[in-house]
């Protein structure tokens, strides 16, 4: 009962954080498209929201400090890679493809990670891991029209592979489970590695760094820059890492991944609904073959729980009735 709980919260997390994450391109659009280069924007995000997770990330902490220290290590690779890393790269992919298009091709992070959960823990897929995999890969091909006359710009491809490989390390890192590190200190901690990272390479011209700070285009009106940034550092920062660590760690990495492919059917929709970005017919195929992919993949992640209660079933002894008198 208690493990059918946790997935049920683990699958509303995920759901929640696949929701929020897909803002990020569309509030991102309309910073890019006023002059910000994608650096900048990925440093206004994770700075803003490590202000934000600040005081309630200190707050979780009292009495466990020492599992700060004890994590330093997983801690700054999830800020360099999985949190500064893959946003640039990922904003970087935004500059020449579509949000959605540049979701997916970031999204093929999911096969990394069941590659990793294979080589690294011995985690072999089974069959309905590997057809929910392929399935996926199907609805892939159909959203980014690889079958049709698109042609797709191949710096944009490369950026786009670089986030899979920084939302892969996203993943497995957040299902890594210590129990005295709560998830919203450990994506405080990560979003002020990583801020701290980005701000110190744009001051040392190593990554261009440089924003406009007038009105920007958003929703088809004049905004204020604060409004996407505020979007950004709160909804697509704060919330969406908060709740994505705590689905990997009650689903696991597997999982997580795949229930995180609903990001690519949330981006679509909000790209539609912000930027005015409609899906052709053979896109939203693609995206329901994903949510299949999913399906599969979670049934394959009941049935070892299924088979190992009834071995423990059978394997009990059945209770000898009484002989009557």
């Known amino acids: 009962m208690y493990r059918e709980r946790s997935a049920r919260t683990g699958l509303a997390l995920a759901l929640l954080s696949a929701a929020t994450f897909s803002t990020s391109g569309s509030f991102a659009r309309s910073l890019t498209g006023a002059g910000w280069s994608p650096a900048a924007a990925v440093a206004a995000r994770i700075s803003a929201a490590a202000v934000i997770l600040a005081v309630p990330a200190v707050l979780s902490m009292r009495g466990r400090w020492q599992s700060l220290w004890r994590n330093a290590a997983m801690i700054s690779i999830y800020g360099l890679l999985a949190v500064a890393g893959g946003q640039v790269f990922y904003f970087n992919a935004i500059q020449h493809l579509s949000v959605g298009v540049a979701l997916l091709l970031e999204y093929l992070g999911t096969i990394l990670v069941v590659g990793w959960m294979w080589i690294r823990h011995g985690h072999k897929p089974h069959r309905l891991t590997g057809a929910g995999s392929a399935v996926a890969i199907v609805g892939l091909v159909f959203v980014l029209d690889l079958i049709g006359s698109a042609r797709l710009d191949p710096v944009g491809i490369l950026w786009g592979l670089a986030a899979a490989f920084g939302l892969a390390t996203y993943f497995v890192l957040s299902s890594k489970v210590d129990n005295d590190l709560p998830p919203i ?106 949510v299949v992919g999913i399906a599969l993949v979670r049934i394959d992640e009941i049935r070892p729980a299924g088979r190992l209660r009834m071995r423990l079933s059978a394997s009990q002894p059945t209770p000898r009735l009484k002989k009557r008198q």
């Open 185 to 290: 200190a450990m994506a405080g901690a990560g979003m002020t590695v990583g801020a701290v990272a980005l701000l110190g390479l744009g001051a040392a011209g190593v990554l261009p760094m440089h924003a406009s700070f007038g009105a920007v285009d958003f929703v088809g009106r004049r905004v204020s820059w604060l409004v996407p940034v505020i979007g950004l550092s709160l909804v697509a920062a704060a919330i969406a890492y908060v709740a994505g660590i705590g689905a990997a760690r009650l689903l696991g990495p597997k999982l997580a991944t795949f229930v995180g492919l609903t990001e690519v059917v949330f981006a679509v929709l909000f790209a539609w609904l912000m930027l005015g970005e409609l899906p052709s017919g053979l896109q939203l195929v693609g995206g329901a073959l994903i």
